[in-house]
């Protein structure tokens, strides 16, 4: 049972990435799926979920800018990043929700990547 984030790295500001997170070892369909990330020195943060009939939700820093979406057939979940600024630099964690709702609090989410990272330079 994993969660397997790829596709971060550097880029300028606004500029665009897209973060891939492939699952396995469980039913992903059946499951809600977020993205946080972690700035250096900071708590690690809630950025956006998708339920498994694809509702979403965004913190309001994301809402606009960032895209989560899901493709059930291939048990991956994605984040398309756009318009990026310095402050979204972070390490980027995709991560399972235990509950059947989106959720902000670390503590709803059961299984989490190992975290890539993205760097936006001014």
């Known amino acids: 049972v994993q969660l397997q984030a790829s596709g971060g790295g550097l880029v300028q500001a606004g500029g665009s990435l897209r973060l891939s997170c492939a699952a396995s070892g469980f039913t992903f369909s059946d499951n809600v799926m977020a993205w946080f990330r972690q700035a250096q020195g900071l708590e690690r943060e809630f950025v956006a979920c998708i339920t498994w009939r694809s509702f979403t939700y965004y913190i309001d820093s994301a809402k606009g800018r960032f895209t989560i979406s899901r493709n059930n057939s291939k048990n991956t979940v994605g984040l398309q990043m756009n318009s990026l600024k310095p402050e979204d630099t972070a390490v980027y964690y995709c991560?399972?929700?235990?509950?059947?709702?989106?959720?902000?609090?670390?503590?709803?989410?059961?299984?989490w990547g190992q975290g890539t990272q993205v760097t936006v330079s001014s």
């Open positions: 991560a399972r929700n235990r509950y059947r709702t989106c959720g902000l609090a670390r503590e709803h989410y059961d299984l």
